[in-house]
């Protein structure tokens, strides 16, 4: 049985431990606030580009325009692993991390070459030692201070050029989705090529505009941009998922703490309970003895 | 005879209001445009963009690229990167060239 002492010190700790972890609740619940107003304020951006995307695509009558579905076999596959560059935020980087593994696997299985990019350096740094050689880039502290834009058109180029040259026939882009502060759910988004668009709402608002200089030209230029903020979406709502997920983690660890520390006061108590007891018992028992 | 422009960058909608002429640098020379244009769709090289109301300038802004789309008296900029002419300064630019330059520098450490 431990000794009062014992008891005493396991309770401090555990009572500094818990003050740890509110305050990183209370930061990451900040911060969550910011994400999550840094992502929405990408949306219009990106709703409007890809209205224009969409128009452009639907009413486009040169099918092979050279973002599309290449005629070959595809072999050589780009994944693009979005983490965190922190620990501490339940399962959301190991989430990442079996998913990507599981993607990796199946992949391979059907005979297709691998190729990763990482952004955060979780998963870099635990999938690193499986990946060695496919590894082509690898981004760390990408939100300090804030996710710029920069980065994304960074990404962007490397992987159009990669496609370009026929080094990658695909490129999936592993992000985590941000439904709310308590649940994210792990996706892949393929990026390149385009998938051949459905034909179902081809009579909505079909607008004949005029091109300057062309069509085929504008398809060229607007399309990487429209990557780029694909990109740049997933990564701010990674970066939201990340906090959302360490409120959630750090919220759990409090209530065990604290949890804990009643446990281990009631035990304290109990165990002051019975040495007083058992003392005076002694007493008692020796005062009846003379 | 106004009709209504929106500034949309990746960070913040920079514009929305109503203009009377607005003068893009575009991909094939500056053009401006007026109500009741017809659909059109084109990008902008760098340059300037100037914004008209009550024939007077209101407003400049220095643009790196963007996409234009005009359709229902609606014009609508998409730019990455945008800079109110009034708060361009040269040392901000020359001091992303240096960020973007060590940033390069430390993306070969990594690998």
Do not use: W
Not at chain 1, 197 to 225: A, C, G, M, T
């Amino acid at each position: 049985m431990p000794s009062l002492k014992d008891l005493r010190n396991r309770i401090s700790s555990v009572k500094s431990t818990k003050k740890i972890t509110s305050a990183m609740k209370m930061v990451a619940a900040a911060k969550l606030k910011r994400a999550q107003d840094n992502a929405e304020k990408t949306r219009p951006y990106a709703k409007k580009m890809g209205e224009i995307v969409d128009s452009l695509v639907k009413n486009t009558k040169n099918q092979n325009f050279k973002f599309g579905e290449k005629k070959e076999n595809k072999k050589n596959i780009l994944l693009i692993i979005c983490s965190a560059d922190r620990g501490l935020c339940g399962g959301f980087n190991s989430s990442i991390i079996k998913f990507s593994k599981k993607l990796s696997k199946e992949n391979a299985e059907n005979g297709y070459n691998l190729n990763y990019i990482f952004v955060g350096k979780k998963a870099y740094f635990s999938l690193k030692k499986n990946c060695k050689d496919s590894i082509i880039d690898y981004f760390s502290d990408i939100a300090n201070p804030s996710i710029k834009f920069e980065l994304a058109s960074l990404i962007r180029d490397k992987i159009l050029e990669l496609f370009l040259k026929n080094s990658i026939d695909e490129c999936h882009l592993i992000y985590t989705k941000f439904n709310s502060a308590i649940s994210q759910t792990v996706q892949s988004m393929q990026l390149l090529p385009l998938k051949n668009i459905q034909e179902d709402n081809i009579e909505k608002k079909s607008q004949s505009y005029d091109f300057e200089p062309d069509e085929e030209v504008i398809l060229n230029e607007i399309i990487p941009r429209n990557i780029a903020i694909q990109i740049h979406t997933a990564l701010l709502e990674n970066l939201a998922s990340e906090q959302g997920s360490r409120m959630t983690a750090m919220d759990n660890a409090t209530r065990n703490a604290n949890d804990m520390i009643d446990n281990l006061t009631l035990f304290y108590n109990r165990s002051r309970q019975a040495l007083i007891t058992k003392e005076l018992i002694e007493i008692i028992s020796g005062a009846e003895a003379v | 005879m106004s009709f209504n422009l929106e500034i949309i960058s990746p960070q913040q909608i920079v514009l929305n209001q109503d203009v009377d002429l607005v003068i893009f640098p575009g991909v094939e020379g500056d053009f401006g445009i007026l109500k009741n244009h017809m659909p059109f769709l084109t990008y902008l090289r760098l340059g300037l963009l100037y914004i008209y109301k009550d024939k007077k300038l209101i407003q400049s802004f220095i643009i790196n690229g963007g996409i234009v789309e005009i359709s229902d008296n609606k014009c609508s900029l998409l730019t990455e990167d945008i800079t109110d002419s009034k708060d361009f300064k040269i040392k901000d630019k020359e001091d992303r060239i240096e960020r973007l330059k060590s940033k390069l520098v430390s993306k070969f450490y990594y690998a």
